[in-house]
């Protein structure tokens, strides 16, 4: 069998696993809706530089990126400000989301990888149980493993047959829709907090942040249910009362994008299938970052097909990338989506409580900040935690939210490491059922 590789779109994992198989020989193509030069939105991001490296992307030029600083956070009106310290070791870069893209592509270029834009991915094609290539609107292609890196929506995914296992959509309450936009300064006033996170920001679940810069105004506003223009003109209007920079003009961004928000994929392989990044919910479930994960899971991808000596690509085969992300990432961020729905469950004065008698503080931020796996945090501080719950007092409707958190957070856990170690299809849709109904 030949070694033909399709990525079906450009996503940040899709593009890293397919430069690391080129230079080991494979023959990659990858099919993207978008024409040349226009991906990536008009704002920066933030992810670990140390994935790069597990990824094998070289770092990008020192003018292109910026380390992150220290960030701070309060309820939605709460006066009280928790400031989480960034490490010396400075743990994430921020760049320009189109710089990402071209410096990942260009990487891949180098690398062998052929790419075709303006070919929007339609489908899988299928024979019997087994994904054998894409139906785009330039007709289809066939290969030997079809690497789905789509996003969220995949059409890919969404057009599995059922008997795969694999979950096609995704639910309302899993993902949080995201305006971000930079507006102009107008001033010079002096602020409490260079780059603020407010939670619950004007009595809606979600989250909030206005970063100022020397020569602009950062703005995101992320909602648990759609809104339009008319919600962004009150949350801007509600971010001004404590940021007198933010001024009213818009320089650029000013999209609609909506992120998952929940678990990685139970089941994210198939015969000739394997989904990565956006596409089998990588994103922590709390804040939507994935690039990194995406770029860890692009090298135990590669690592899986290459070890992969009958060339087939199985679920078999495959499962392996599955519990090796599951047990390096996947697991210790799973708990994080019982953190993020018991915070839907409050109301705000609920989160101000947690500022104002200190049941979350500055310590817990930047102790926070050190890890990448949740779950290692947990587990060393879940005594401090459950204490931290029995100290409040007055407040019953938060100590049962909170427990019922902690409670499930522990299932999760044990769940996740329950997860078959070797490929049984019987026994992996009956552990995937599981895992997933920790989650309903």
Not at 48 to 70: G, H, Q
Not at 78 to 87: A, D, G, N
Request: with cysteine.
């Amino acid at each position: 069998m030949s070694k033909n590789i399709i990525v079906a779109g450009l996503g940040h994992g899709g593009i890293a696993v397919a430069a690391i198989l080129s230079k080991n020989g494979y023959n990659v193509t990858v099919y993207e809706k978008n024409s040349e030069g226009t991906l990536g939105y008009d704002w920066t991001d933030m992810f670990d530089p140390k994935a790069l490296e597990f990824a094998e992307i070289p770092m990008p030029p020192a003018d292109k990126f910026k380390y992150k600083e220290n960030m701070t956070f309060c309820g939605p009106c709460s006066k009280k400000v928790l400031t989480q310290y960034i490490p010396k070791h400075k743990t994430e870069i921020i760049m320009e989301r189109k710089e990402i893209y071209n410096h990942f592509i260009d990487n891949a270029v180098k690398c062998g990888v052929n790419i075709v834009y303006d070919c929007e991915v339609l489908g899988p094609v299928l024979i019997g149980d087994r994904v054998v290539g894409i139906k785009t609107s330039k007709g289809e292609f066939l290969g030997d493993l079809v690497i789905d890196s789509c996003g969220m929506n995949s059409p890919v995914r969404r057009n599995l047959p059922k008997q795969f296992g694999i979950q096609r959509e995704i639910k309302k309450e899993q993902k949080i829709s995201i305006y971000r936009a930079f507006y102009n300064k107008c001033s010079d006033d002096a602020i409490d907090g260079k780059f603020k996170i407010i939670l619950y920001a004007c009595g809606k679940p979600g989250v909030s942040w206005v970063a100022s810069h020397d020569d602009y105004t950062d703005v995101l506003i992320g909602r648990f249910e759609e809104f339009g223009m008319d919600e962004v003109e009150r949350a801007t209007d509600f971010l001004r009362r404590t940021n007198s920079r933010l001024g009213t003009e818009k320089i650029r961004g000013g999209q609609f994008v909506d992120i998952p928000v929940r678990h990685t994929l139970s089941v994210m392989v198939a015969n000739g299938y394997a989904a990565i990044g956006d596409s089998a919910f990588m994103t922590v479930p709390l804040i939507g970052s994935g690039i990194a994960n995406a770029l860890r899971a692009s090298r135990i991808l590669a690592d899986t097909i290459i070890a992969d000596k009958s060339e087939f690509y199985s679920a078999e085969t495959l499962w392996r990338y599955q519990v090796e992300y599951y047990y390096r990432i996947g697991s210790g961020l799973s708990p994080l989506e019982c953190v993020k729905s018991a915070l839907l469950k409050l109301r705000t004065q609920d989160v101000d409580y947690c500022f104002e008698s200190e049941i979350i503080t500055q310590d817990d931020m930047t102790i926070a900040s050190n890890f990448t796996n949740i779950k290692d945090l947990f587990e060393i501080r879940k005594m401090d935690i459950i204490q931290k719950i029995k100290g409040i007092k007055n407040n019953k409707r938060l100590v049962i939210v909170a427990f019922g958190a902690v409670a499930k957070m522990s299932k999760v856990l044990v769940v996740s490491a329950q997860i078959p170690k070797k490929w049984d299809k019987t026994k992996v849709l009956k552990w995937a059922k599981q895992y997933d109904k920790m989650f309903e």
